[in-house]
């Protein structure tokens, strides 16, 4: 019987299985799972949809498409920017998104909500309101990017 390594030079090129090939394209349940999470929010914060569609939004590809890194980044810009306190409900449940995606089995979801909203919004008022709700991952990445006091 043959080497189990040799078995690459015994089977010839055309027989073999082809090699799946990525191109730098988010696998489809990422591109799934950002577009749900924007239903979620735009659910939660009416108004960020029109924030989302406005025209000034970089973080939507021209045809449309994004990632979670982009949608964490534009709710970081609108939540902050809030004029007035999101309401307990609100609250809430913007925390269980947060809690959900910082204790992700997913990388790109946990490094997203990480780098792109929670580093994002530290040291805001919005952040301050948030606070009490969020997980212990989720806190320790607001409290190490807070400014100096």
């Known amino acids: 019987m043959a080497s189990p390594f040799l078995w690459p030079v015994l089977v010839p090129y055309a027989l073999r299985a082809p090699a799946p090939v990525n191109l730098g394209v988010r696998p489809h349940k990422m591109q799934s799972s950002a577009h749900e999470l924007l239903l979620e929010l735009a659910a939660l914060f009416p108004s960020f949809q029109e924030a989302w569609d406005a025209e000034a939004n970089c973080n939507r590809n021209a045809d449309g498409s994004f990632n979670l890194a982009g ?59 948030l606070k009490a709700l969020l997980v212990t991952q989720a806190l320790a990445v607001i409290n190490k990017w807070e400014p100096a006091q």
């Open 71 to 129: 949608l964490w980044a534009e709710f970081s810009d609108y939540f902050i920017a809030q004029p007035t306190t999101p309401t307990p409900e609100q609250l809430r449940k913007l925390a269980g998104l947060v809690n959900r995606g910082i204790t992700s089995d997913s990388n790109d979801e946990s490094a997203s909500v990480s780098a792109c909203f929670l580093e994002n919004v530290a040291g805001s008022i919005r952040a301050n309101e």
